[in-house]
């Protein structure tokens, strides 16, 4: 006798399955966690869509009178195309994809505050105004660089982590700061395509306390000269170059100043491939692949890798590596 098959709602025809060449990329990492519970096609990795065009960067608010800091106003390298940037972009809340461009642009911005808590002297609760107007702005043209082994170059506008430590004044025990990004289950996306694991959301990242006081450490609020756009973690975001990408919350809403080291998203997933530290370092791979090398998206319209080796702590040694010595 046979049997009659019948197709779920959820379900894409085969013939609109991403490839096994691109799905393998990166999403092997859940194989643990996740994995075992999601299909290949919920789970691939999209290419940057040249066919659609995010928001023209002339709708976003400049920085008037912005000034790029002398000591961080170029790299070994030329600034990507901001064309590619913002069409090539990691933000789970929004999806598993690269393109999710579109789908971020969900997150709602308006009257937006940063808690910042825990082990200070002077708590705050900031608004993107306050931000502006305390610290002051500039501009600094840093390397990013993933952990899935590809790189940018951005202009991020914004201000150094230690100028909001000094403003709340953490207490002598203060040793980590938890950083919580945006989370609204009537509107992100991601985590309704992951309902049959237990992902941390929200989305939360760690500092040591002496890093986030480096003079590298940073809080971007805007990018090319202008206001941050969704896709990159509107309204502000923390951008350690040193490290890999996932470090870098986005849409932070809390900030808080602990006595010992908090869990954090990838971190709890799976520990093997997302260490705590996470620093950029060619020599030591990931589980699945090689970080010798990376794939740079240089300039051009189009999305042209340009192989490079890997710097260690992505080129930024002479700030952190005193950080990191027994």
Not at 69 to 83: G, K, L, M
Not at 210 to 231: R, S, V, W
């Amino acid at each position: 006798m046979s049997i009659i098959r019948i197709p779920q709602s959820w379900e894409i025809p085969e013939r609109e399955a991403t490839s096994e060449a691109v799905f393998l990329n990166r999403r092997r990492l859940l194989k643990s966690a996740i994995g075992a519970a999601l299909s290949p096609s919920i789970l691939a990795i999209a290419g940057c869509d040249s066919s659609q065009t995010p928001p023209a960067a002339t709708s976003y608010p400049t920085y008037p009178g912005l000034v790029r800091n002398s000591a961080f106003a170029r790299v070994d390298r030329p600034i990507t195309d901001e064309s590619l940037s913002s069409r090539y972009n990691n933000f789970y809340e929004f999806g598993t994809g690269k393109s999710i461009w579109s789908a971020a642009q969900a997150l709602p911005t308006e009257n937006w505050k940063v808690e910042v808590s825990g082990l200070v002297n002077r708590p705050q609760t900031y608004d993107l105004d306050d931000l502006q107007k305390k610290f002051a702005i500039e501009e600094r043209v840093y390397r990013f660089r993933c952990v899935e082994a590809w790189s940018m170059v951005v202009p991020w506008v914004g201000f150094p982590m230690k100028l909001l430590v000094k403003d709340v004044e953490p207490r002598s025990n203060a040793k980590f700061v938890r950083f919580t990004s945006f989370y609204d289950e009537k509107i992100r996306l991601g985590p309704k395509w992951l309902v049959f694991t237990k992902v941390p959301w929200p989305y939360t990242e760690s500092l040591r306390l002496d890093e986030m006081t480096n003079d590298l450490a940073f809080f971007a609020i805007g990018i090319y000269g202008h206001a941050l756009p969704k896709q990159h973690g509107a309204p502000i975001r923390a951008v350690i170059p040193w490290k890999y990408g996932f470090k870098g919350a986005k849409s932070i809403v809390k900030i808080e100043f602990l006595d010992r080291q908090p869990p954090t998203f990838w971190n709890t997933i799976d520990a093997h491939e997302y260490d705590f530290e996470a620093n950029v370092n060619p020599n030591k791979p990931h589980p699945r692949w090689s970080q010798a090398t990376e794939k740079f998206m240089g300039k051009g319209p189009n999305l042209n890798w340009e192989k490079r080796s890997t710097l260690l702590y992505n080129g930024y040694a002479e700030y952190v590596a005193s950080l990191y010595q027994t």
